[in-house]
Every structure is written in structure tokens, then in C-alpha cells.
């Protein structure tokens, strides 16, 4: 789904990342590798470790496909830096295989405040032409894209309701999906989100044939 956004011309992808062609520039938010791990560790309660592997596959995808020069992680990366330390060898040896040869810049976030231990670049705030990075949207700002929310947006069509993960765009934002597969979501209704987005707002739900509408509040 293409954006005119600050001038610029993105791209809402399926699985949910932004990708700008001009400045060979993907960004993806809310990856929350290790987030089962981080669960164990503070509850014990177990769920299958497979949601990092899932990730980094979906994103290995992604990035096969477009092939960035610069990849923006918009904070929480990891469900927390103590799930960084501890992924696995290979799970590791993967990411850092993901980080070959690009740029690579992670946004710090609630979860992850702090540099992982990984390669790449952190930042608070990233600025790359006309746009701004960060995690958390500021309602004071312009040309910003940023996540943390894990946005939600349903469409009533046909009798049937399809809720889906979603892009929010206004003519200032973008807050974008979560790309973690074991991530919940913040309906594009809440009031929170009702707030912060322009009344002429819409919503791009992901999907194999994202579609644009006027957000749901």
C-alpha cells in the first residue's frame, strides 16, 4: 500500500513493516524477541520458544525481498535487554547474520532502554531527511513515525468483522504495527490512539491484501 507521507513516498507492507524505496530505508517496530523467555523467567509460566525463530524468519523475508541499505527497529526490540542476553547461539547467530552489510539502527523503547548486545547504532530519536524516528508517538511532533502501541483496526465488511494489525497515518504520523508474532494489540478505538491521531486519520491493516480505510474509533 503506498503513503504520501511528508513528502516521501512509503510503502505499508503485508507483513507490516514500513519501507521507504527512495532512501533504501526499511523500518519495523516491536519485534519483542525473546518475549517467552522473558514470561519463564518472570512468572514461570512456559510457552513454546518460537516466536523469536518466527520473527527473525518473517524479517529474514522481508529483508530478502527489498534488500535495505539502513533498517530502523522502532524500540522494543527485545521484551526486555536481560531476553537479548539470553537468546540462543543460533537464534543469535541469525540476527547478526540479518545485520550483515546494512545499517542498522535500534530505537530504544520502554522495554529495551539501553544498547543491545548486538551491532548497530542506538538512538533515542533518529532524523533521516524529513522524517523522525522514535518509539513512543509525541503528540507535539510532525513527520514522526514511531509504534509501541501494536495497533489494531478492525473492518466490518459482508456481514463479518476482520481485525487485523494496522498502520495509523495522519498527515503528522505514522504509528505503526508491531512485526513480533507473539505481540497483542491496542484496537485502533481505544481512546488512547482516538487521541492522538487526527480526526481525518486512516488505518492500513496488514494482511496478503492490506487495505486503507478511515480509522475505526
Known sequence: MSLSFAGEKLHALPEGALWWPAQEVLVVSDLHLGKSERIARRSGQL???YETIETL??????LHAYRPR?????GDSFDDLPAANDLEDPVREQLLHLQ??????????NHDAGPPPFAGEVHGI????PLTFRHIAD???????SGHFHPKATLHARGRAITRPAFLVDGQRIVMPAFGVYT??????????????????TAVLTGATPCQIPMPR
Open 70 to 74: 539502513v533498517v530502523v527497529s522502532l
Open 57 to 62: 524468519a518473517k524479517l529474514k523475508a522481508v
Open 100 to 109: 550483515d552489510e546494512r545499517r542498522w539502527i535500534w530505537i530504544e523503547g
Open 47 to 49: 510457552l513454546p520458544p
Open 184 to 201: 497483542g494489540g491496542l484496537r485502533s478505538s481505544d481512546v488512547t490512539l482516538s487521541a492522538l491521531m487526527a480526526s481525518d486519520a
Open 126 to 129: 533518529w532524523t533521516h531527511g
Open 139 to 145: 503528540p507535539a511532533a510532525t513527520a514522526e513515525i
